[in-house]
């Protein structure tokens, strides 16, 4: 009952229990966990069907079984995932690579086959069980950013603390919006010319009661890899919406606010109707909200994304690129389509002054923008010496640090109100 019947390891229950079991008989010794899996397992099943593939499988075990790492248990958790404890002093990362390298041969067909690999070295005494020093392995095998360079990782508290808050924006989103957790704050875009607020960009913070506060960098690309992005951004679009209504009301100043619209937005046609219908409908301004597009969303838009953003514009929404010349479509993004302002990507305008290429190539963008009738946004102003540069070169907008950095809603009233 303790034995995997493909591969002859270990199964998850016989793993769990002979580590356990060797851990307290021997807790002076440090041992570690190695989590495994194969890439591209699928295309054997595919390709050879699945006879072939428990026959890679029961491979894949009997060389794990007699490597370098000389294992004192081999297990086999569930489809190509591997695992296995061994003594610390015989993890040798840097013969990892060539454990994880196999070419699987089939009558006259090779196949490249790679595997990857998490490491958490197990403290002496620890209270956590086997199945939680696997998990940490296999969220140590979930930070390796570039296999082919470096096919393993070694787990740290940070990749925990990333898992958890990348957990958290999962499982957690739709309290967050319900619970005011999500608040929407905005940084003001200065006129390079007045020094006044012209622009605003919304952005989204999240401040859990339970969890603290939680990094942008961390539930934004997890909520845009799993789709859930779009219920982020309608509710950033629903509470700009609402803050423009209100102050428009009260008879107090408004500016443009720009709201992100993400690839994913662009696919769900729910939220591009709804938008839609909001801005005819509206009360308020022609291009009241504007929209920012990162080169990554407009690059695999649909076409019913580009018939959005098509209506959107004939209504008289402003729309931005977003990042511009941080991707490889940028010359083509502005050509195939009629946006308002190109907002040039912070990489370059945190290098004004270092070298004269970078210098040369913020010119020559400016220049091309407004060739193309297009107003420029510079990201990342952090410095009077940046915002200097970019104005001698005709620069319309300044966003960064040096001016504001984004606020709470109250406080950017509050500065709308005193430069009113």
């Not at 934004?220 to 803050?243: A, C, F």
């Not at 389509?337 to 970078?358: A, H, P, S």
């Amino acid at each position: 009952m303790e034995t995997d019947s493909v591969t002859g390891a270990l199964n998850r229950t016989g793993f769990f229990h002979k580590v356990r079991e060797i851990l307290e008989s021997e807790p002076e010794q440090d041992f570690a966990i190695a989590y495994f899996n194969i890439q591209r397992f699928k295309t054997v099943n595919d390709l050879f069907g699945y006879e072939s593939g428990d026959e890679l499988l029961k491979r894949a075990a009997q060389i794990l079984a007699g490597c370098f790492l000389n294992p004192l248990a081999v297990g086999r958790l569930e489809a190509d995932r591997f695992v296995a404890l061994t003594k610390k002093e015989d993890m040798d990362l840097e013969r990892l690579p060539e454990l994880l390298h196999r070419t699987y041969t089939k009558g006259e067909l090779n196949l490249d086959l790679y595997g990857k690999c998490g490491v958490y070295f197990i403290p002496r005494h620890t209270k956590l069980s086997v199945s939680e020093m696997c998990d940490r392995a296999k969220i140590a095998k979930s930070n390796i950013s570039n296999q082919f360079v470096q096919p393993y990782a070694v787990f740290n508290e940070q990749m925990r603390v990333d898992y958890e808050q990348r957990s958290i924006a999962l499982f957690h989103l739709d309290d967050g919006i319900k619970n005011g957790e999500i608040q929407v704050y905005y940084q003001p875009i200065y006129d390079a010319w007045t020094g006044g607020i012209a622009l605003a960009e919304a952005l989204a913070r999240w401040f859990s009661g339970e969890f603290g506060s939680i990094s942008p960098a961390k539930f934004i690309p997890t909520l845009e890899e799993s789709g859930y992005i779009t219920k982020l951004d309608y509710h950033v679009y629903q509470t700009v919406y609402n803050l423009i209504e209100k102050r428009r009301k009260e008879g107090k100043r408004v500016v443009d606010i720009g709201v992100n619209l993400s690839r994913m937005d662009l696919m769900d046609k729910h939220i591009m109707d709804t938008i839609l219908e909001d801005v005819k409908n509206s009360d308020l301004p022609s291009g009241s909200i504007s929209y920012e597009l990162t080169e990554s969303a407009y690059a695999g838009m649909s076409e019913d994304g580009n018939s959005f953003l098509t209506k959107m514009h004939e209504e008289g929404t402003k729309l931005l690129v977003d990042d511009f010349g941080s991707g490889v479509s940028s010359f083509s993004t502005i050509r195939d389509f009629d946006f308002d302002i190109l907002k040039l990507d912070m990489g370059f305008v945190q290098k004004i002054g270092l070298n004269r290429k970078n210098n040369n190539i913020i010119i020559s963008l400016i220049e091309l923008a407004h060739r193309l009738d297009l107003k420029v946004i510079a990201e990342g102003v952090e410095t009077k010496e940046q915002a200097d540069f970019l104005r001698n070169y005709g620069c319309d907008y300044f966003q960064g640090y040096y001016f504001a950095k984004p606020m709470p809603q109250e406080e950017f009233e509050a500065l709308l109100d005193k430069q009113s």
